[in-house]
């Protein structure tokens, strides 16, 4: 069965960094585009960041310069280094696989809806208190 798993959510204090860990089963990350997600409490769930096939990626404003994406082919697994967290980046942090556009799967790009992503996991939860 293919899935997605995040893990590496927790507690952190302002200032504080997490690493968030995207890790797949039943197929190969390396042939698809990942993004990351999160969802605040009261808001919407927006795209923080896409990283594509190659590596290249592309961040939100909201946290460029903070958080970086990478990949790790050999663990079939996609991590997010969040740094300089605060309040604002709490929230339910998810990732997914490719993305539907049009009613096509295109494996190689992330849509701006998580609920557009192909494969999806269940989220990881990160809360940035004092």
């Known amino acids: 069965q293919s899935q997605l798993v995040e893990s590496g959510g927790g507690l952190v204090q302002p200032g504080g960094s997490l690493r968030l860990s995207c890790v797949a089963s039943?197929?190969?990350?390396?042939?698809?585009?990942i993004g990351w997600y999160r969802q605040a409490p009261g808001k919407e769930r927006e795209r923080v960041v896409c990283i594509g096939i190659s590596g290249s990626s592309n961040y939100s404003d909201s946290v460029k310069g903070r958080f970086s994406i990478s990949r790790d082919n050999a663990k079939n697994t996609v991590y997010l280094q969040m740094n300089s967290l605060n309040f604002e980046d709490t929230g339910t942090y998810y990732c997914?696989?490719?993305?539907?556009?049009?009613?096509?799967?295109?494996?190689?790009?992330?849509?701006?809806?998580?609920?557009?992503?192909?494969?999806r996991g269940q989220g990881t939860q990160v809360t940035v208190s004092s």
């Open positions: 039943g197929f190969a990350l390396d042939s698809y585009a």
């Open positions: 997914a696989a490719g993305g539907y556009f049009t009613g096509s799967f295109f494996p190689t790009r992330c849509p701006r809806e998580f609920r557009r992503g192909g494969f």
